[in-house]
């Protein structure tokens, strides 16, 4: 079984710094999807970025980037120019090539953008 | 192009009692997903389904958890004899499969409560 865990229960960054909320998982499979959504405080789930393992280029979305370290296990996402509507809980997930499954979330990390 | 629908947002229901939600797909995505939602967590996997066909249900949490989707359409999920540690946001989501896995809209979910 797939496992995510994200290390960073909270993060805290002024308004226009840049952060950066960390993942890893745990697999066997080499053909797989990971995600990063983003939760704002009683609102739905979105999609934030996509990331296919075969691609070794890292996928980047306007502001939005992540590090893709296939061999670590690890998929970071970066947030470049923060502003006030990227506070939300942000959730890392896992999905497996063949997608005869649903996700795999990690516990997620409140990302607060300050004033 | 309309999003995921659910019905109700909210339910409170007393112990012991029959809940069903019902959730919306983004129109022609083959694909419906279950999850549940508890506070702190991320959301974690119930069962999908591709067209009408109930592909992976094993992870219902119990018995007592059933869901369907007759036509190919909408869902249902129904949780019977409801418990205290029953009350979570249940989400569902949606997705076009091709050829690869689709990326998963999620509607903004039913928040049950049980007393």
Same mark, same amino acid.
């Given at each position: 079984?797939?496992?995510?865990?994200?290390?960073?229960?909270?993060?805290?960054?002024?308004?226009?710094?840049?952060?950066? @909320?960390?993942?890893?998982?745990?697999?066997?499979?080499?053909?797989?999807? &990971?995600?990063?959504?983003?939760?704002?405080?009683? +609102?739905?789930?979105?999609?934030?970025?996509?990331?296919?393992?075969?691609?070794?280029?890292?996928? /980047?979305?306007? +502001?939005?980037?992540?590090?893709?370290?296939?061999?670590?296990?690890?998929?970071?996402?970066?947030?470049?120019?923060?502003?006030?509507?990227?506070?939300?809980?942000?959730?890392?997930?896992?999905?497996?090539?063949?997608?005869?499954?649903?996700? /795999?979330?990690? =516990?997620?990390?409140?990302?607060?953008?300050?004033? | 192009?309309?999003?995921?629908?659910?019905?109700?947002?909210?339910?409170?229901?007393?112990?012991?009692?029959?809940?069903?939600?019902?959730?919306?797909?983004?129109?022609?995505?083959?694909?419906?997903?279950?999850?549940?939602?508890?506070?702190?967590?991320? $959301?974690?996997?119930?069962?999908?389904?591709?067209?009408?066909?109930?592909?992976?249900?094993?992870? @219902?949490?119990?018995?007592?958890?059933?869901?369907?989707?007759? =036509?190919?359409?909408?869902?249902?999920?129904?949780?019977?004899? /409801?418990?205290?540690?029953?009350?979570?946001?249940? @989400?569902?989501?949606?997705? @076009?499969?091709?050829?690869? $896995?689709?990326?998963?809209?999620?509607?903004?979910?039913?928040? &049950? &409560?049980? &007393?």
């Amino acid at each position: 079984a797939q496992t995510v865990t994200q290390s960073q229960p909270e993060m805290s960054v002024q308004e226009a710094e840049t952060v950066t @909320l960390s993942c890893t998982y745990d697999t066997s499979e080499n053909n797989y999807y &990971l995600f990063w959504y983003k939760q704002p405080p009683s +609102r739905q789930m979105i999609l934030v970025i996509r990331q296919e393992a075969y691609k070794q280029q890292n996928a /980047t979305e306007n +502001r939005f980037s992540v590090n893709f370290q296939k061999a670590a296990k690890s998929f970071s996402l970066k947030i470049s120019d923060s502003q006030l509507g990227d506070t939300a809980m942000y959730f890392c997930a896992f999905l497996s090539g063949g997608g005869a499954d649903g996700l /795999t979330f990690g =516990k997620g990390t409140h990302l607060i953008i300050q004033p | 192009d309309t999003g995921v629908s659910q019905d109700p947002r909210h339910k409170i229901t007393k112990r012991g009692q029959n809940v069903t939600f019902r959730c919306d797909p983004i129109s022609e995505h083959n694909r419906l997903y279950w999850y549940r939602q508890t506070l702190g967590q991320g $959301p974690e996997f119930l069962t999908y389904f591709q067209n009408e066909a109930q592909l992976e249900k094993s992870r @219902l949490l119990s018995d007592r958890f059933s869901a369907e989707r007759p =036509k190919g359409s909408f869902s249902t999920l129904e949780i019977q004899r /409801t418990e205290q540690g029953d009350s979570a946001m249940y @989400l569902c989501a949606s997705s @076009l499969v091709k050829g690869s $896995p689709g990326t998963q809209y999620f509607g903004p979910g039913t928040r &049950l &409560l049980v &007393l």
